[in-house]
């Protein structure tokens, strides 16, 4: 079970996955919900299309063999390098065309956005 939370500002978090399953290991718990988590990292690169903010943070929570695991990833408006980098070719190798269209389209305004 997979929740999802925009704009907490208990945490200051933009997004908040928190991952119920318990995972036997990090590999399974990745191969499990990779494309969840790129999609929220889209999802938070596209705020920055729109709002003002030069950093949004998203937490990811897993119990991985019956261990809490918890991380922040911090990204930053003007590095949109990450969604061509580490996005991209995964849904590439998907054959998600429609999807890898909608990240390069992302990835040139946030760059163009950057230069002003």
Request: aromatic content about 16%; overall charge negative; charged content about 30%.
């Amino acid at each position: 079970m997979l929740q999802e939370k925009l704009f907490e500002e208990k945490d200051n978090y933009f997004i908040e996955l928190a991952f119920s399953k318990n995972y036997i290991e990090f590999e399974s718990f990745m191969n499990s919900n990779r494309r969840k988590i790129f999609l929220s990292i889209i999802k938070l690169f596209t705020e920055f299309k729109y709002g003002g903010e030069t950093c949004l943070k998203m937490c990811v929570k897993a119990q991985v063999d019956f261990t809490e695991w918890s991380t922040v990833f911090c990204f930053h408006a003007d590095e949109p390098e990450t969604l061509v980098k580490d996005i991209l070719p995964y849904f590439i190798a998907l054959e998600e065309y429609e999807k890898c269209a909608e990240i390069m389209k992302l990835h040139e305004v946030l760059k163009q956005k950057n230069k002003q």
